[in-house]
């Protein structure tokens, strides 16, 4: 998509995404007529993937991340200007991530954005990494605030209400290991390279979600995650095995899924269900880097549709790390009347409810 897609109206938001081993970078096009909904077009996207870079190590290693995120991320707004035919002029905001995530990588990109702020003489918006996978999904759907969130990452596991593109409640979370992690750790036991949940997607097709009994955390008492004995279960199960097959591991794999989708469900029937039918929200968003896979989405829908809730997932390719979003979050805090701010800091641990920033008077 390009510059034809622009209204006199219109105004384009640069996003930059620098949190982990992805630089992705955007430029989105938001409409600012009287329309009470937001409105916007992809105008070009750019990501460039670290994974081979952290496959040896079996994970990421944040200097080495950040570096590479320094070495790329130039040269990468460059070639996105370049595909939407735009130039630096045109554009109008520019968001950034600053928090949740590695400290060097958030660094990397924030001090970029404040140079390109000031160059350029545009506001500057701190962007939530956590809310704009929540938010993202308004892009290609109209979905009406309040709606519930469900946001599963190698890092996190979240349910939230999102209330307005910068004020979430807090629901419930993991109260130890995310379900990205989880997939991550089983796939590097049974051999297979990072990132582990693309690998366990792929083996489960073949496998039966329903061959390996797995552990289910349960709580009565709150809506928070676990899936730590889930992991150890799986760690445990392969140790067990004489001989693991190809059929076992892909068994394994369904099984995984399987646990996983059903943990995530019981927690949100447990919400859903102690909501009076009129207080419960029309829609709920899918999202994060786990909710690219294919069978977990589809696996979750009816848990949401036995309360009357409509689960909307972002495409996939805007579920994991992604440029788009942070540019769409930009759009969505502008086009509701927040104003972009130039003092503040990077934060790698940012809870999704935590509307403050940190500031610094140093720009860094």
Known sequence: MHKDFLEPQDRIFLGIETSCDETAVALVSGAFSKNSYPKGHILAHKIHSQVALHQSFGGVVPPVAASSHSLQLPALVKRLLQT???KPHQIDGIGVTAGPGLAGG??????????LSIALKRPLWPIH????????ARLTHEIPFPYLVLLLSG???QLAVANSPRDFSLIGESTDDAPGECLDKVARCLGYSYPGGPSIEAAAKRGDPFSIPLPIAVSEHSYNFSFSGLKTACLRWIKQQQDLSFEKK???CASLQNTITCSLGKKVSQFLSALPPASRPAFAVVCGGVASNEYIRQELAPYFQNYGVN????PAQHCTDNGVMIAWATYEQSFAGMEGQFDFSTR???????HSLQRTKYGG
Do not use: S, T, Y
Not at 129 to 136: G, I
């Open 311 to 314: 689960l909307i997932a972002p």
């Open 129 to 136: 990494h956590l809310q704009a996978h929540a938010l993202v």
């Open 250 to 252: 892909a068994d394994l």
């Open 106 to 115: 958030l660094l990397v990109g924030v001090m970029f954005a404040k140079g």
């Open 348 to 354: 790698a641990r940012w809870p999704i409810n935590d």
């Open 155 to 157: 890092g996190h596991c």
């Open 84 to 86: 939407a035919e735009i």
